[in-house]
């Protein structure tokens, strides 16, 4: 599920967003200003940033400016042609006038996720709550980012690729091995253990399950 933040202080434009952002399948964090939309990118990595200009605190063209490795959308009530270029110029990925149509803004938030997804680039991992960007190296779970060793990673993505699917200890050492060549089979629960306690304390659940007998295997 792709998640998007809509940083806007008008609450009824800012309810409509997040009500249909939701019927069309997406999770939708919220921010009220400036200072609250830097805080909430500070420990949330959505996919997408919708973004308003006139913000209390913070302007919106200062949070652009504090925003890296996520496309911003400005959504914005200023109309003038030196407003829009100054800001696609800043960063921003698209620019979109209020009053908007509906179901233009859908479209261009789907063409903005699909240009992050483009051929060339490594696509992301994503089970239930749990998003790893292969590009950017990072990992959330429930939009948390997530710190990893290498080998936590290394173990994470190879459950991502196969999802509820019970691995071998020795397929996962394997597996791992070009990334991290100094897991041994003593240290693997050391490090399964870890992975599975920063994605619980994230998430409150548990991910990663013991199969007797086999290995272990990721519930998505």
């Not at 394997?174 to 100094?182: F, H, L, Q, V």
Request: charge should be neutral; proline fraction near 5%.
């Amino acid at each position: 599920m792709k998640t998007i933040a809509v940083i806007d202080d008008d609450i009824h434009i800012g309810n409509f967003l997040e009500e249909l952002l939701q019927r069309e399948g997406y999770a939708v964090l919220r921010a009220y200003s400036g200072t609250e939309a830097v805080l909430l990118l500070e420990r949330s990595r959505p996919d997408l940033v919708l973004l308003d200009l006139m913000l209390p605190g913070l302007s919106g063209e200062e949070v652009l400016a504090k925003i890296s490795g996520v496309p911003v959308m400005v959504v914005s009530a200023k109309a003038g042609v030196d407003d829009k270029v100054k800001l696609l110029l800043g960063g921003a990925a698209d620019y979109v006038t209020k009053p908007f149509d509906s179901r233009e803004l859908l479209a261009r938030i789907a063409a903005r996720l699909r240009d992050r997804a483009a051929p060339g680039l490594v696509p992301a991992l994503e089970a239930g709550p749990l998003h790893l960007d292969q590009t950017a190296r990072s990992v959330t779970a429930g939009g948390t980012p997530v710190r990893l060793t290498k080998t936590e990673y290394a173990i994470l993505k190879l459950f991502l690729q196969n999802p509820g699917q019970a691995i071998a200890k020795s397929v996962i050492l394997d597996r791992i091995s070009g990334d991290t060549p100094d897991c041994t089979e003593s240290s693997l629960k050391i490090h399964v253990s870890n992975l599975r306690k920063k994605l619980r304390d994230a998430t409150g659940r548990d991910h990663i399950e013991s199969v007797w007998g086999i290995g272990f295997k990721l519930n998505p």
